[in-house]
């Protein structure tokens, strides 16, 4: 079945760094569309990031661009997201998702604090 699993999370100092990963199985993963969504304390879900199945086709949420670089590997399944210029209102539990049925991760904390 259709399994996505992300890691990669912590906690980091503003500022800083971090490149979260989502490995995909149970599917052909180069044939897909895949999206980053977070959910920080208190707040709905939000679209981050979204790349198409062969990458030609990136779009970012206006509050990570220029900081946040989402790319994939389709021979390795998996799909990244490069976190920079962390700050703290990026504190969320962020999510991967395979839009084509609604598959979701378990989701990867990540907590910007000084």
């Known amino acids: 079945q259709v399994q996505l699993v992300e890691s990669g999370g912590g906690l980091v100092q503003p500022g800083g760094s971090l490149r979260l990963s989502c490995a995909a199985s149970?599917?052909?993963?180069?044939?897909?569309?895949m999206k980053w969504y977070r959910q920080a304390p208190g707040k709905g879900r939000e679209l981050v990031a979204h790349i198409t199945a062969t990458a030609d086709t990136i779009e970012y949420a206006d509050a990570v661009k220029g900081r946040f670089t989402v790319s994939r590997d389709n021979d390795k399944e998996m799909v990244y997201l490069q976190m920079s210029s962390l700050q703290p209102e990026d504190t969320a539990v962020y999510y991967c998702?395979?839009?084509?049925?609604?598959?979701w991760g378990q989701g990867t904390q990540v907590t910007v604090s000084s």
């Open positions: 149970g599917f052909v993963f180069s044939q897909y569309n």
């Open positions: 998702q395979r839009p084509f049925g609604n598959y």
